[in-house]
Structure formats: structure tokens, C-alpha cells
């Protein structure tokens, strides 16, 4: 064939794809909800018209319209109902919400429709070939690729000339202002969800004559889409239709020019590969993750140690008795030991730290497939060879955690979603993966030491001896450091970095222990099966896992124990061929009844007597009997900003600003609403880029440090909207401060802490409560308590960070008269004491001028005036920049302030 054709079948294949990644951008812009299960919609729109035009034998217009103008948009509204409680849940119920309806659909047409039979829709489009320059063309594809650009076509010019498509487009951004102006939100999205899935219908029906009948391949292969999405950013449509077309063109061309050895199978490998090239090195600014994640937080609780060890202990002993009565299931048995690891990992990911991948299947398949070629091939004893197995899944997790640490925690769910995919099509098939021919692979097991390892009750034993340590690491690494860690990063990820925590190496630690684990686990499962195939690895059984640990609730390490149950037994003692498919549509409806109902929660009654009974020892004793330590001296250093400049869209919000704060003074630094004063602290503190000029301390230029590296460098701040653990108490939050600037880029700093760090830890968290008089509400939950208090809590959490700068962003909003006199003492004390330097941003000129010794004034980004506190009470500037100010809630305020500066 010459290379026309291979365009030709590139355009067609690619326009299908370009279609359904429309509809896929369409939803997930307007309600910021990423339908991972975007493509069973097109799978169930295929095996609808599969029902309709040859089990009805209705003709082939009324199947197609039925499907796409009925199914579709009734699939649609039902979706939004989903979509609706999805919007704003933490990432992993939203990804199960949306993976749940993608299990229930393949579920569902297995069960309907049987696994044996291929079904076929007959190519229904009219026959018939036209020629141009010497090429043949069908007229079907050229039919395809016009429906695939009219209907394309059709939604861009809806969403831009039509009052529903623009305010579709508004919905994002500003949902409130829409209902404003007379739109309701809700029916807005309505419209986008019925359009999106209308979209996967079409592309649906397109596909159900070019190949037989699966859901799942049907599924995966508009997973080929997200490549097409990604190049449009996630964001434009025509980018995204036309990245589609890049997608089918290139994969096509690939199979011409790529057809020997391994590379023969990068072209259905290929749409994975560019959807993480896209992920890994498209600019940042054009990929931000607009799901608007609002986690209501909820304090959670963990039941007492003691009780969780006797708990453990019983287990323990009930799993030391299987062999006595486990019979024929055994094996079954070791491979759910086994699996308690790859939950166990996976709950640290998902729980702990808010982050989803679905790619655990695969690095089992890594793990296994190691493991094997290991024992075969080289004369590795059988423990080197399991550790090496896990190792090799290290490098790879740190890469997959690339995209989510760029770009947002959605990423991460895309990328190991697709590279579960490319390692089956680009990697399965090859020789040195599962065997020549994909044969299968034989795993052995350890070789006969005092007793016999071999043997299936031997080894049963060693997996659990393994798995038991394995458990008792993941559940100290949860209620450790690193456990305190991710919660940090999952509630607050600015606060985090912004108290010294280096996130980024959190989160790629966190992935390779994951990726670790899981790959050691799948050794383990394999060598108690003793041999392994490609079957048992494919990349949707990771969406059943990610599922299951999801329905589990966050108990390490019960949730991985009753999950690897779920996952392994219920199929060996109910042997029916359907059992995994009944299973696959529980687990999926599951999914989709946790989102739609409301939380559970076992009852406070129940709790606080279970506390009375068993917790004692497990809890740290108040403040009161901490020896106050000595907070180490601080060493007083310069902060000198000059000359810098930021820009957000054309907008100068800081344009050449110099400012010095100097230890032992307090700068106050005062200006009308939008001046840029949080602004500057933002670039002092690296959360936005500056243009030009320069941030130093002591000397020190700061640029290209992160934000964590500076607040570790010994800058601290407060947050203008207050940044908080919200689900964590009072002290909790303050100790945060102190335990941030622990951590470093070492990443044993991120899973252990010294004896003496964490005395140092508790006792500058005291005395920080202390000092804001935090110390009786400090066992209270922070999301209960009133905005002035959650300022203070902000403002000891920096001053526990023991920082040598501190710039407070309106410390005092939101405290009374009194609270706000306090807090002007308590800053003018902690500055004479320590002798450090504070930059205060304050509303309450009174406050400013009172406490402040420098005191400058921004507006429009620039230093308009800079002196004394008592030349600023006199200037006429200073009085002109606040007779400036416009906000309307502030009038009578500065009507006051006025008069005092007067
Ligand atoms: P202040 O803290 O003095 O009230 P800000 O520093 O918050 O002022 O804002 C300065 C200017 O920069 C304002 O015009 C504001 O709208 C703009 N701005 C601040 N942050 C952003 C952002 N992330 N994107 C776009 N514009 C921003
Ligand atoms: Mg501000």
C-alpha cells in the first residue's frame, strides 16, 4: 500500500478518536470532572446499536439515531446527577465514581451479552469506492470523517455563538456569576454532559463496524483519545480534534514503517506513548488541572493502637490455621497474602496522600515477569532476585509520578491509566516478557532450607512471614512521618511547601515505595502460582484494585487485608467463569453508591467508648509537663527584594518593587486592595515567577529556589485566605511549622525523625501556643473553629517554624479590637526576643503604624513611599493611598484609621 492509504486509514481512525476526546474535553471543562470511563460510553453506544439495527433489525438511520439522540443524552443526564457529587470530592472518590461506571458497563455487556460469541455490526454506511490521484478511497471513510468534522464542527460553533454553548464555557470559571446573569448553573452542565456523551455515542457507533464486538477493547481504545485531549491541552476543542487526527495518522504510519521486532508494536502502543510525552514535557501553564477539588473535610478516626495490635494478633493467628483446612485453596490463599501488599501500598497512595494510580496491575506484571527471568536465567538466590524485582518497578514509579507532580494529582491517574495500557500493547507480547509466544513463564519458588520452602503449605507460610513484616512497615510509614507528610500535602499543598516540605519528593517517594511494593507482591503471587501469562496482567483489572482499596475505607492495614480477600478468595471458592464479571459490576455499582450516598461514619457513642476502653497509652500527654527546650538561637539575616517585577497576563501587579526587612524591626507594608502586596510575598516566597530583579536573604540570591527550600532557608508566611490542615487539630497544625523545616530533599528525612528533632518539634509547638494563647482550644478540630482564631493558628504554625523572616498577609482580619491590640504585642515580642524580621501586611493602619518600625507603601505594584512609622503617620501619600482605597467593606474601617493617622 502506498503511504496515501496509511493517511488515509490515519485520518478516519483518527477522526474517531479526535470525536470522542471532544466530548470527553467538552465535560471535563465544564464541570471539571475527568470521565476516565469515557470510553465504555462509546462502548455501550456500540452494543446499543448492536441491539437496535441487528437483534431489532431496525433499519440502520433509526439504530444510529436512536442511539446517539436517545441512549446518549439519556446516559448523559444520568451522568450529571454523578457528575454533580463528584464535583469537588477528593481525586480518588472522583476517580472511582467515574471508574465505577466504566466496570458497570463492561460488567453489564459481558453479562448481557456473553463473553463467547462475536458479535458484529455489518458496515452499514454506503459502499462503494471513489479514486483520487491513483488512491482508492471507500466512501464509508470518507462518510466517517465528515460525520466525525460536522458533528466537531457543529459543537464548536454551538459553544460559540449560542447563549447555552458560551455560558457552558463561563461555567468553569464562575459558576456563581452565571446564575447572576440568569443561567442556571446546573442546567448548564446539564447541556455539556448530554453533548459530551451524545459525542462518545457518535464516535461509538462509528466504531461498531470496524471491529467485533468487546467493551473492553472497545474502552481502551477510546482511552487513545486522552492522547488526542492532551495535545488540545485538555482545553481547546479543535486542538483537541485535530491532536486526534495527529494521534490516528501517526499509529497508522507507524505500522508501515514499524514492522519488525519490538517496535512492531508500538503502533497500538503509540497513542499511550504520545499522551505521556504530552504529560511530561508540554509547558506547564497550558495543562493546568482544572478539576477545582473543595475537599469538606471531616475529621477522621483512627482507632486506638492497642486495639488495632490485638486485632492484628487475632488475624495473624486465624492466617497461620489456613493451611490446616485451606485444601486445594491454598495457593489461592498465599496469592491474597501476597495481594495484601500491593493493597496495603496502594492505600498509602490513595488514602494517605489523595493520589490514584491505575497502573498496579502492571507493576505486578513488572515485578513477576522480573522475578521469573531472574531465577531462570540468572543463578540469583531466590531473596536477591525478589528484592531486585521490586527495584527495577522503583525507577519507573519515580517517572509516572513526574506528570502528577507537575501538573496535578489528575495527571497521575492519566498517565499510569495510559502506561498500564502501553506496557500491555508495547511489552506483554514481547518474548523477553512473558516467554516467546507469550507462552507463559515459570516462577519458582525458594529452594529447600531447614524446612521446606517449596512446598505449597512452605511457602504459604513464607508469604506470610513477608507479607506480616510488609504490613507492619506500611503501617508505621503510615502513622509516621511520612504518613503526616502526605496528609499535609493531600489538605494544604501550598501550606506544606510553604513550612519548608519539600512535596515533590514526597510524592515521588511515596509512588516508588507504592511501585516497590506492588512489583514484590506480584513475585510473590507469581511464585506461588508457579507459572504466569500475559492473561493475568490486564491493565483494567488495575481499576477493579484502585476500586476495591477505594471501597475499603482508609484503615491501614484492615483495608488492604479485606480487600486482597475480596480480590482473591470470593473467586476461588465460587469457580464460575462469571464470578469475576458479577464481581467487576458489585464492585463497580459500589463505587458509584459511595459517591451518591452520604458518608458513613460509625457513631461518636461507638468511638468515644472504644477510645475510653483502649486508648491510654497512645496518646501524647498535654502540653503541660514539655520542658520548654531551647529554641535555637536565630541567626538575624537580611531580606532584600529589589527591583522585582511580576506579571500575570499583560497585568504588572509588581513593577520594580525594592523593599528590605531587617531583623529585629518590623516592616509594615501598607497599600489599597490589589497594591500586590500578597503578591510580593509570593514572590519572596517562590509560589508565583518574577520578571527581572532579585530575592535575597543574608546574601543569598533565592532565585530557582522552591518555595519549600526558601521557607527551609528561613522564610515564613501566613496566607491571605488562610491555609490550614483542616481536618487536623490545633496543635497538630502548629507542629507542622516546626516539623516542615525538618525535612529536607534526603528522602530518609521524609520517613524518619530523631528523639531529638521530635522534642525540639513538640516543645517549639508549645511554646508557639503559648505565645498566641492557643493553648485551650489546641485539641480542636481547626475546621470548627472561627476565622480569627484560624488566623492566630496560621500565625504559631509559622512561628513554630522558628523562621528568621516572617511576612504576615492580614494576620489581623477577622479578630476583634482586642485580638487584634494582642496580636500587635505578640509580634512586636517575638521581634525584640528573637530579633528576627517580620514584614506585616496589614488592613488596620492603626495596627501597622503602631507596631511597625519601616514602614512602605505599594500601589500599582510600585514602592510609593518608604520611612519611619512616625514619617508615614505625617505623609501625605500614605494618607492619599488610603483615601484611594475603593473596597466598600472597608469604608468605615478606614474612616477610622483615618482619623488616628490624623
Ligand atoms: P494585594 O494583596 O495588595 O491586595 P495582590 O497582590 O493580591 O494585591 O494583587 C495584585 C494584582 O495582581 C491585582 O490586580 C490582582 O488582581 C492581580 N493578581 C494577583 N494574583 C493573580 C493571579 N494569580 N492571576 C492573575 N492576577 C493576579
Ligand atoms: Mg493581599
Not at 472518590?93 to 453489564?108: D, P, R, S
Not at 513477608?466 to 512521618?481: C, D, K, M, N, Q
Request: glycine residues 10%; charged residues 15%; contains cysteine.
Amino acid at each position: 500500500m502506498d503511504l496515501i492509504s496509511f493517511v488515509i486509514i490515519g485520518l478516519v481512525a483518527g477522526s474517531i478518536y479526535g470525536l470522542a476526546a471532544v466530548g470527553l474535553v467538552l465535560t471535563y471543562k465544564t464541570s471539571g470532572v475527568f470521565n476516565l470511563g469515557h470510553g465504555a460510553l462509546a462502548a455501550l453506544a456500540a452494543y446499543s446499536f448492536y441491539v437496535l439495527n441487528v437483534q431489532l433489525e431496525l433499519s440502520w438511520p433509526i439504530a444510529a439515531a436512536g442511539t446517539v439522540c436517545a441512549v446518549g443524552p439519556a446516559v448523559g443526564l444520568l451522568l450529571e446527577l454523578l457528575a454533580r457529587r463528584l464535583q469537588g470530592a477528593a481525586l480518588p472518590l472522583q476517580i472511582a465514581g467515574v471508574v465505577g461506571i466504566l466496570l458497570v458497563v463492561q460488567a453489564g455487556t459481558l453479562l448481557i451479552f456473553g463473553a463467547q460469541e462475536v458479535r458484529r455490526v455489518p458496515s452499514f454506511l454506503p459502499k462503494g469506492r471513489i479514486e483520487i490521484a491513483g488512491t482508492f478511497i471507500q466512501y464509508d471513510d470518507v462518510l466517517t470523517f465528515v460525520i466525525a468534522v460536522v458533528a466537531t464542527a457543529g459543537l464548536w460553533a454551538f459553544l460559540r455563538w449560542t447563549r447555552t454553548g458560551i455560558a457552558m464555557k463561563a461555567v468553569v470559571q464562575n459558576p456563581e456569576l452565571l446564575e447572576l446573569v440568569g443561567h442556571s448553573a446546573t442546567r448548564v452542565r446539564r447541556w455539556a454532559w448530554i453533548l459530551g456523551t451524545v459525542m462518545a455515542s457518535l464516535s461509538g457507533v462509528l466504531l461498531a463496524p470496524i471491529m467485533p464486538l468487546d467493551p473492553v477493547q472497545l474502552t481502551l481504545l477510546v482511552v487513545a483519545a486522552y492522547a488526542a485531549a492532551a495535545i488540545g491541552t485538555f482545553s481547546n476543542l479543535p486542538g483537541t480534534f485535530a491532536g486526534g487526527l495527529v494521534v490516528g495518522v501517526l499509529a497508522a504510519l507507524s505500522t508501515r514503517w514499524l514492522t519488525n521486532g519490538i517496535l512492531a508494536s508500538l503502533p497500538a502502543a503509540l497513542p499511550f506513548a504520545i499522551l505521556f510525552v504530552v504529560l511530561l514535557f508540554f509547558p506547564k501553564k497550558y495543562l493546568a488541572d482544572k478539576t477545582a477539588v473543595r475537599i469538606h473535610p471531616r475529621a477522621t478516626w483512627k482507632a486506638p493502637v492497642r486495639l488495632q495490635a490485638t486485632g492484628g494478633a487475632l488475624v495473624v493467628a486465624f492466617l497461620v490455621t489456613v493451611p490446616l483446612f485451606a485444601g486445594i485453596h491454598l495457593v489461592d490463599w498465599t496469592v491474597a497474602v501476597a495481594m495484601i501488599l500491593v493493597f496495603g501500598s496502594l492505600s498509602l497512595l490513595v488514602h494517605t496522600s489523595g493520589q490514584v494510580s491505575l497502573a498496579q496491575i502492571g507493576f505486578m506484571a513488572i515485578g513477576a515477569a522480573t522475578f521469573s527471568h531472574l531465577l531462570q536465567g540468572t543463578g540469583m538466590s531466590w531473596p536477591a532476585a525478589l528484592l531486585l524485582a521490586g527495584a527495577v518497578a522503583v525507577p519507573i514509579g519515580a517517572v509516572l509520578a513526574v506528570p502528577a507532580i507537575r501538573l496535578g494529582g489528575l495527571y497521575l491517574a492519566i498517565a499510569t491509566f495510559g502506561f498500564g495500557i502501553f506496557l500491555q500493547q508495547m511489552f506483554y507480547t514481547q518474548d523477553f516478557m512473558f516467554g516467546a509466544a507469550s507462552s507463559g513463564l515459570e516462577v519458582r519458588r525458594p529452594d529447600t532450607m531447614i524446612v521446606d520452602l517449596a512446598s505449597d503449605t512452605g511457602y504459604y507460610y513464607l508469604v506470610l512471614a513477608i507479607a506480616v513484616v510488609s504490613v507492619a512497615v506500611v503501617f508505621t510509614l503510615e502513622r509516621g512521618r511520612l504518613g503526616r507528610l502526605l496528609t499535609y500535602i493531600k489538605q494544604s499543598p501550598r501550606a506544606a511547601e510553604a513550612n519548608g516540605v519539600p512535596a515533590a519528593v514526597t510524592r515521588v517517594l511515596i509512588f516508588c515505595i507504592t511501585a516497590f511494593l506492588a512489583a514484590i507482591g506480584g513475585a510473590l503471587a507469581a511464585s506461588a502460582q508457579q507459572s504466569i501469562s500475559a492473561d493475568s496482567y490486564a491493565p483494567i483489572i488495575s481499576l477493579t484494585v484502585f476500586v476495591i482499596i477505594v471501597l475499603n475505607g482508609p484503615a491501614v492495614p484492615w483495608n488492604a487485608v479485606l480487600a486482597a480477600a475480596a480480590y482473591t478468595l470470593i473467586p476461588s471458592y465460587f469457580p464460575s467463569t462469571e464470578v469475576g464479571t458479577y464481581l467487576q459490576l458489585l464492585f463497580g455499582i459500589s463505587a458509584i453508591a459511595l459517591v451518591m450516598l452520604p458518608p458513613a461514619q460509625l457513631p461518636v457513642r461507638v468511638t468515644s467508648l472504644v477510645d475510653r476502653w483502649f486508648r491510654r497509652d497512645d496518646r501524647t500527654e498535654p502540653a503541660l509537663r514539655t520542658e520548654p527546650v531551647d529554641v535555637e538561637p536565630i541567626e538575624p539575616v537580611v531580606l532584600e527584594v529589589s527591583k522585582v517585577g511580576v506579571t500575570f497576563g499583560g497585568v504588572k501587579a509588581l513593577d520594580g518593587a525594592d523593599i528590605v526587612c531587617t531583623p529585629g524591626r518590623v516592616t509594615g507594608l501598607i497599600g489599597p486592595n490589589g497594591a500586590g502586596k500578597s503578591t510580593l510575598f509570593n514572590a519572596v516566597t517562590g509560589l508565583v515567577a518574577t520578571s527581572g530583579g532579585s530575592v535575597s536573604l543574608g546574601g543569598a540570591d533565592l532565585r530557582g529556589k522552591s518555595p519549600s527550600a526558601r521557607a527551609r532557608a528561613g522564610i515564613g508566611r501566613t496566607f491571605q485566605t488562610v491555609e490550614l490542615f483542616e481536618s487536623m487539630t490545633v496543635r497538630d497544625n502548629v507542629s507542622v511549622g516546626a516539623e516542615g523545616r525538618t525535612v529536607r530533599l534526603d528522602p530518609i528525612t521524609h520517613l524518619r525523625s530523631s528523639k531529638a528533632e521530635r522534642d525540639r518539634i513538640r516543645s517549639a509547638t508549645e511554646s508557639a501556643l503559648a505565645a498566641c494563647g492557643l493553648e485551650d482550644v489546641a485539641d480542636q478540630h481547626v475546621m470548627n473553629l472561627p476565622t480569627g482564631t484560624r488566623r492566630l493558628v496560621e500565625v504559631a504554625r509559622c512561628l513554630a517554624g522558628g523562621h528568621t523572616i516572617l511576612l504576615l498577609d492580614e494576620p489581623s482580619a477577622g479578630l476583634d479590637h482586642n485580638e487584634s491590640a494582642r496580636l500587635g504585642e505578640l509580634i512586636r515580642r517575638v521581634v525584640d526576643e528573637r530579633g528576627i524580621g517580620v514584614i506585616l501586611v496589614e488592613h488596620d493602619v492603626s495596627l501597622v503604624l503602631g507596631v511597625s518600625d519601616d514602614v512602605y507603601v505599594l500601589e500599582f505594584g510600585r514602592v510609593i513611599f518608604s520611612g519611619s512609622a512616625a514619617d508615614a503617620r505625617r505623609s501625605s501619600v500614605v494618607q492619599a493611598a488610603y483615601l484611594g482605597t475603593t473596597e466598600p467593606v472597608d469604608e468605615v474601617q478606614s474612616g477610622r484609621e483615618l482619623e488616628e493617622i490624623k
